[in-house]
């Protein structure tokens, strides 16, 4: 004979004893009513807990998380926004470099007297002839060699942004598959 | 469409039908709330946390071999989430023994007058609210989501046998919080 314990009363209701030890627990049941009464709150228990109702989210629930799949796909992730700054910035900077010394150069080449006494055509003449003499100065000779260091510069450092952005991207795509 | 299992509608999702993604949600998201309502005693951590566990699950779902059901995946995602947040708010998380071993009592939070008060139905609800965490997972996995005991140990990486000794105590003090009220003498 089984002592019937709660444990094995949890499991009579579950279906979990053998025949035996079912017929056993049946017949316990039925002299006792002390135990008839615990198996009788276990049942209720059981079954309240199956009529058990789920809560409800927010009615935008879904759609919330869809605007946020779509965003996300369509977004430029953190890593590429930085880069991308980064060589605008870059590119930004030497144009006004490159710009600052064109000017500054057309100024010192300029004859003194610009604005004073010639006419207003004579000035632009004067600037754009001053404007190619400089520019022929930048992309002739020693000028051709700093412009095309500056770029290399620029192209070895978008290689390595763009190495960097490669890396992370595996990374997160390796991360991903571990959950 | 929304009598395609589960796998299904991942493959579609898979093939870039995201919108499909949408149907995955709907079917789940109230089940997986009530789980992390009771979890987390909170409505707004809930549904915060429902909300990052379907965007984890979106974005790891090339990641999902299959192998196990998309249930079980997901409800893992769940319960792994809701741990972490209950973590994160410092408060006490038991591993899996001392869980077993842990005691609580649901009496010295119900008084006699508040039982007598209620009925039956409005009683449990209330009372598995004020089960530990695990418990009331358990609680919801096995009877609200209809989960197998192998599925709900899968979930919570826990022994099969120590599912069964979380459930059948949840059980036991719902019904000794029962039998020491007069609803017993009503329903019983």
Redesign the interface.
């Known amino acids: 004979m089984i002592q019937i314990t709660?444990?094995i009363l949890?499991k009579y209701l579950d279906g979990e004893l053998s025949r035996e030890e079912a017929e056993q627990v049946k017949s316990g049941l039925s002299t006792s009513e002390e135990l008839q009464?615990?198996y009788?709150?276990?049942k209720?228990?059981?079954e309240?807990?199956?009529?058990?109702?789920?809560?409800?989210?927010?009615p935008a629930?879904?759609d919330?998380?869809?605007n946020?799949?779509?965003s996300r796909?369509f977004a430029i992730p953190k890593q590429q926004k930085y880069f991308i700054v980064s060589i605008a910035t870059f590119i930004t900077l030497l144009c006004l470099v490159i710009f600052g010394f064109v000017i500054s150069a057309i100024i010192s080449s300029a004859p003194s007297s610009i604005g004073e006494s010639k006419s207003v055509l004579d000035s632009v003449s004067n600037l754009t002839d001053g404007l190619v003499t400089t520019l022929k100065h930048l992309f002739s000779g020693s000028g051709l060699s700093i412009i095309g260091s500056i770029f290399s510069l620029l192209i070895i450092i978008s290689g390595y942004f763009f190495f960097e952005m490669q890396k992370r991207a595996k990374a997160n795509l390796s991360n991903?598959?571990?959950? | 469409m929304r009598n395609l299992s589960d796998q299904e509608i991942i493959d579609s999702v898979r093939k870039g039908n995201e919108s499909d993604y949408s149907i995955i949600i709907n079917r789940y998201k109230n089940k997986a709330f009530s789980m992390l309502k009771r979890m987390l005693k909170n409505e707004f951590d809930a549904e915060e946390v429902l909300q990052d566990c379907f965007l984890k699950a979106y974005n790891s779902l090339n990641s999902f071999k299959g192998e196990a059901k998309f249930s079980t995946w997901f409800y893992r995602i769940v319960y792994n989430s809701a741990l972490t947040k209950l973590s994160s708010q410092k408060r006490k998380i038991e591993t899996e023994m001392t869980s077993v071993e842990d005691h609580f009592d649901l009496e010295s939070n119900y008084n006699a007058d508040e039982i007598e008060k209620k009925d039956i139905n409005e009683l449990v609800h209330k009372i598995i609210n004020k089960l530990p965490e695990k418990y009331s997972a358990i609680i919801t996995m096995f009877y609200l989501n209809e989960m197998s005991i192998e599925e709900i140990s899968e979930v919570m990486q826990i022994t099969v046998s120590n599912v069964k000794v979380m459930l059948h105590r949840s059980r036991n003090s719902l019904r000794d919080l029962v039998l020491n009220s007069r609803l017993a003498e009503e329903l019983i």
């Open positions: 709660d444990e949890n009464k615990k009788n709150a276990l209720l228990i059981h309240k807990l199956f009529d058990m109702k789920e809560d409800e989210v927010s629930f879904t919330k998380i869809m946020q799949i779509v796909k991903g598959q571990h959950l």
